[in-house]
């Protein structure tokens, strides 16, 4: 019973994460497979058990079988007979107890083998619905892929944004120039007819989670803006929140934004050189799956 509850907890944590890796796959079949040993197993010890029982039904007819030859006999020599007549129903009483205890213990097994099946058949359609979901998930996210590189197929040439997808995890990431003038976390002109078009697609997403990160260099804030920026923390967290409302005003479902800045501490570059820092001065959308718990209905 302690292996049915911990298939019960795995079966809990399919269902309310919505989301099914390739290791708890692994994990849900091998816990399959040890059902299966355990049926097996209980099969074995339950040939076993009638097996005994049939053994115990032959002795009990040939003592049924002794009893008729001593009642016939039992004339000729009474007072001796009769002591071993009370021993032989003494026998027959007991291996009938033990015959009604195997009755029961063989019940019981089968029992255990029914509900054991019947886990099993649970568990293969309840990972058979989660791949279903996962993979319609996942080719939700291809097309949402797919409209954004033809929508911003010019800017991905350039080399000025790039999309990526990797299983249920879409990213675009967009070079701050496109969006913002240097040391400035309001979104220009030209940005925000960027985020237009990328809202547009966003407006469809419903089952994804659409982080807005702020990234930059490692180069420190000039005097110039230190008093509305002190450090690039600021800055970082500026431009995604600026992005995460501006794509609200465009009809993006806020329950799913959230703004991140991580500053100059996750570049994708070295900093090393000038092409390096270009690419970490960054903002980048990220569509991961749905955090139920975060999400209100």
């Given amino acids: 019973?302690?292996?049915?509850?911990?298939?019960?907890?795995?079966?809990?944590?399919?269902?309310?994460?919505?989301?099914?890796?390739?290791?708890?796959?692994?994990?849900?079949?091998?816990?399959?497979?040890?059902?299966?040993?355990?049926?097996?197993?209980?099969?074995?010890?339950?040939?076993?058990?009638?097996?005994?029982?049939?053994?115990?039904?032959?002795?009990?007819?040939?003592?049924?079988?002794?009893?008729?030859?001593?009642?016939?006999?039992?004339e000729a020599n009474k007072d001796e007979l009769t002591k071993d007549l009370l021993g032989v129903k003494a026998k027959l009483s007991e291996k009938e107890q033990k015959i009604k205890e195997l009755e029961n213990e063989l019940k019981s097994k089968n029992a255990q083998i029914t509900e054991l099946k019947t886990e099993i058949s649970g568990l293969s359609k309840e990972k058979s619905q989660a791949i279903e979901e996962k993979d319609k998930a996942v080719a939700e996210l291809k097309k949402t892929y797919t409209n954004l590189v033809d929508e911003l197929k010019d800017e991905i040439k350039k080399g000025e944004i790039a999309v990526t997808q990797l299983r249920d995890k879409l990213s675009l990431s967009m070079v701050d120039k496109i969006l913002f003038d240097s040391g400035n976390a309001d979104v220009k002109k030209d940005g925000k007819k960027v985020l237009d078009r990328v809202a547009e697609i966003l407006r469809k997403v419903t089952?994804?989670?659409?982080?807005?990160?702020?990234?930059?260099?490692?180069?420190?804030?000039?005097?110039?803006?230190?008093?509305?920026?002190?450090?690039?923390?600021?800055?970082?967290?500026?431009?995604?929140?600026?992005?995460?409302?501006?794509?609200?005003?465009?009809?993006?479902?806020?329950?799913?934004?959230?703004?991140?800045?991580?500053?100059?501490?996750?570049?994708?570059?070295?900093?090393?050189?000038?092409?390096?820092?270009?690419?970490?001065?960054?903002?980048?959308?990220?569509?991961?799956?749905?955090?139920?718990?975060?999400?209100?209905?």
């Fill in 1 to 74: 019973m302690r292996t049915i509850k911990m298939l019960s907890v795995i079966l809990g944590i399919l269902i309310f994460s919505g989301c099914v890796s390739s290791q708890e796959h692994k994990a849900v079949l091998g816990d399959i497979e040890n059902l299966k040993k355990d049926i097996s197993a209980m099969e074995e010890k339950l040939k076993a058990k009638e097996g005994e029982k049939a053994a115990l039904e032959s002795e009990l007819s040939k003592l049924k079988k002794e009893n008729a030859n001593l009642k016939s006999l039992l």
């Fill in 207 to 297: 089952d994804k989670q659409i982080r807005i990160e702020g990234h930059t260099d490692n180069v420190k804030i000039g005097p110039r803006i230190a008093k509305k920026f002190p450090t690039n923390w600021e800055l970082s967290n500026a431009r995604a929140t600026n992005v995460v409302r501006y794509l609200q005003e465009k009809g993006v479902d806020p329950k799913l934004l959230s703004p991140a800045g991580y500053a100059e501490y996750k570049p994708i570059e070295s900093n090393d050189t000038e092409e390096g820092k270009a690419k970490n001065r960054r903002i980048e959308i990220v569509l991961i799956p749905v955090d139920s718990d975060r999400i209100a209905k």
